[in-house]
């Protein structure tokens, strides 16, 4: 298991505001998260966020390791473990990228980010069209999927999101968040270790995400996922993910079939079901509160 020793975000840096450019979205902003002499950096060097040193990395991955050969094979756990261990320590990934829970252990290599167990389900829920969720002290890595996530961050995402999302509304969840246009520009650069896409062309390609689609929000969102989501394994959630409380002989483990995370019988209450037609599941199945509430169970005794 990992051991998350990590530095404290410096929440002091204050951006400056310009000037919004004429043609860009209400909902997008230009505000710069980093100083001016950056703007026109790359993707890959712009956001000011720390990330893990390379050698670090690469001195992790060189370890002898017989079977590994080449980017898409799985390295041992020994070497995984090293790896993992500079990226969770660097400044920033000590802390949930959604909710700030300490000590989260689950990733997203579509946006390189680093989350809770909880905030997995709900990223789960997403489709791993949208976002693709490992563990790092459960799941095998390849050498490409550390490599994925070292050029990410918390903190690079949270600056890009800072500097270029501006939804009407603060009240959003983690669907609004990362279906966006922005984060999903920011998904596909990520992913793109030889971008090089200064704010120009960052600017044009948020203008044609935004095009697609426009959510109540004001954020653009893609179709949704017309897969089942994955469910989260049993053994991965030892507590409701919904209201913390833990499993036992008598609070026994249920599956949401939406977001697919495993929760208690009073956060999923037999009669909370209903279809998903999208999913081609038209005979009603079981829901998380957070889901789908039916109208005919009471909710306030079950809380």
């Known amino acids: 298991m990992l051991n998350s020793v990590l530095a404290s975000l410096n929440d002091e840096h204050q951006p400056e505001a310009e000037e919004e450019p004429a043609g860009l979205p209400q909902f997008i902003s230009t505000t710069n998260a980093t100083a001016p002499s950056h703007e026109e950096a790359p993707f890959h060097e712009d956001s000011g966020a720390p990330v893990v040193p390379a050698a670090q990395l690469i001195a992790a991955l060189n370890k002898p390791d017989p079977g590994v050969g080449g980017g898409n094979a799985a390295v041992s756990a020994e070497v995984a473990d ?14 949930c990228v959604d909710c700030g829970a300490t000590a989260p252990s689950w990733v997203s290599l579509s946006f390189g980010v680093i989350f809770c167990i909880n905030c997995s389900g709900r990223h789960r829920g997403l489709g791993v069209h949208v976002s693709f969720v490992k563990s790092i002290t459960l799941d095998r890595w390849a050498v490409h999927e550390i490599e994925c996530l070292r050029r990410g961050g ?8 800072e500097r270029w999302w501006h939804p009407e509304s603060q009240d959003y969840d983690i669907a609004t968040k990362y279906n966006s246009a922005v984060a999903q520009v920011y998904s596909q650069l990520h992913k793109d270790p030889g971008s090089d896409a200064h704010d120009g062309t960052i600017r044009a ?8 689609s426009v959510s109540p929000q004001g954020a653009a969102v893609l179709t949704a996922s017309k897969a089942p ?26 599956h949401c079939r939406r977001c697919g995370r495993v929760v208690c019988a009073a956060c999923a209450p037999q009669g909370n079901s209903r279809p998903i037609l999208e999913w081609n599941m038209k005979d009603p199945v079981r829901h998380c509160r957070e889901c789908f509430k039916s109208p005919s169970i009471n909710w306030e005794e079950l809380e």
């Open 82 to 95: 090293d790896a993992l261990r500079a990226v969770v320590e660097a400044p920033g990934n000590e802390r």
């Open 229 to 254: 989501t994955e469910w989260v394994k049993d053994e991965d959630a030892r507590q409701c993910q919904v209201c913390g409380n833990k499993f036992s002989f008598l609070n026994r483990r249920h």
């Open 205 to 212: 390609m948020l203008q044609a995400a935004a095009s697609e």
């Open 154 to 161: 918390n903190m690079k995402f949270a600056m890009f999101m």
